[in-house]
């Protein structure tokens, strides 16, 4: 059974171009939730999809925006990279509505803007 | 938001028990208690959770103060493949997990 894989696992972007970032949940999973870790620091949340809609959002801007597919996979798009949205970027499954449910990460996509 | 405090860090010695604490002073009646952990270069991974009553699983034990406000993970022999970030969180089951920066554990062998 596989977990949560992301792709890619290490991304190198410039400033101000555009970075799509992938996720396929645990088998079995209907929830997906992202998350952004800068050095040093606990993960940020940035938002969660369910039923291909966002249901919960972060403090993060406009330029973070996401998308799930019927197969529950997801994508998270930033545009206009700036320097400081370099980090590791998270994707967590889980199934929606329990309150006992656990979150189960991947291994994460390392983002470096230039 | 829920917010939690931690130490920074904790040292222990391989073999023996550690004791992580937690304040969450700000929790409410209905929110679970979850701790997690990120080993190096890994995404965090489930350790525990609880909502008033002490759990025990086979990675540890989660100890709830009766008011709640604070809580303790319990490793029972730690080992070095322990040596992790430990997250305390609580939340109402929305998933908007609120990270701290966790305690960083470290295993001297």
């Known amino acids: 059974d596989a977990g949560v894989t992301q792709s890619p696992t290490h991304l190198i972007k410039t400033r101000g171009q555009q970075v799509t970032l992938r996720c396929s949940p645990k088998s079995g999973h209907d929830t997906v939730s992202w998350y952004q870790q800068a050095l040093g620091q606990g993960p940020q949340f940035i938002f969660q999809?369910?039923?291909?809609?966002?249901?919960q959002r972060g403090n993060f801007p406009d330029r973070f925006s996401g998308h799930q597919f019927p197969n529950y996979s997801s994508e998270l798009n930033v545009n206009a990279l700036l320097l400081g949205d370099s980090a590791l970027y998270l994707c967590?499954?889980?199934?929606?509505?329990?309150?006992?449910?656990?979150?189960?990460f991947g291994s994460g996509t390392q983002l470096s803007v230039l | 938001d829920a917010k939690t405090t931690q130490p920074n860090s904790m040292e222990s010695n391989e073999e023996e028990p550690v004791h992580l604490p937690c304040n969450h002073s700000t929790i409410s009646g209905t929110d679970y208690i979850h701790w997690y952990r990120q080993l190096p270069s890994q995404g965090p991974e489930y350790v525990i959770h609880g909502l008033t009553s002490n759990v025990n699983n086979r990675m540890a034990s989660l100890a709830i103060a009766e008011d709640r406000k604070s809580s303790t993970l319990i490793l029972h022999r730690a080992t070095l493949r322990d040596a992790a970030v430990y997250y305390c969180?609580?939340?109402?089951?929305?998933?908007?997990?609120?990270f701290g920066t966790g305690t960083r554990l470290k295993v001297l062998a």
């Open positions: 967590a499954s889980s199934l929606w509505g329990g309150v006992n449910e656990k979150l189960f």
């Open positions: 969180i609580h939340t109402s089951g929305t998933y908007k997990y609120i």
């Open positions: 999809y369910y039923e291909e809609e966002e249901r």
